[in-house]
């Protein structure tokens, strides 16, 4: 008998979705959404709070999360890949990228 490992992901065009529990590498996970769902094999350890990709994210693609781009993938992301500030670049907020010169 396995693990139920749950998820959230909230809007159909989300391309990540967020662990609710430690979910350990090598897990196939069902993620709904609505009346859509995908079976994903993780290959990162996802930790609590943290996103995977639910499909594949080319470099340079919007990262979905809630319905909101969150960020760019800095490299090509896998599907079931841990999504996290080592391969997405914020796109909000980044006051490091404002052109101020001190």
């Not at 159909?12 to 967020?18: E, G, K, T, Y």
């Not at 430690?22 to 943290?50: A, M, R, Y």
């Not at 490299?75 to 404002?98: C, L, Q, S």
């Amino acid at each position: 008998m396995g693990t139920a490992y749950k998820t959230v992901m909230m809007k159909p065009q989300d391309n990540v979705a967020v662990a609710l529990s430690n979910i350990p590498k090598g897990t196939v996970i069902q993620v709904q959404c609505w009346d859509w769902s995908v079976t994903v094999k993780l290959v990162s350890d996802i930790e609590f709070g943290h996103k995977f990709a639910v499909r594949a994210i080319p470099a340079g693609g919007d990262v979905i999360k809630y319905g909101e781009v969150i960020g760019a993938a800095v490299t090509e992301i896998a599907a079931g890949e841990h999504v996290h500030v080592h391969n997405v670049e914020g796109k909000r907020g980044r006051g490091d990228r404002m052109g101020h010169a001190n």
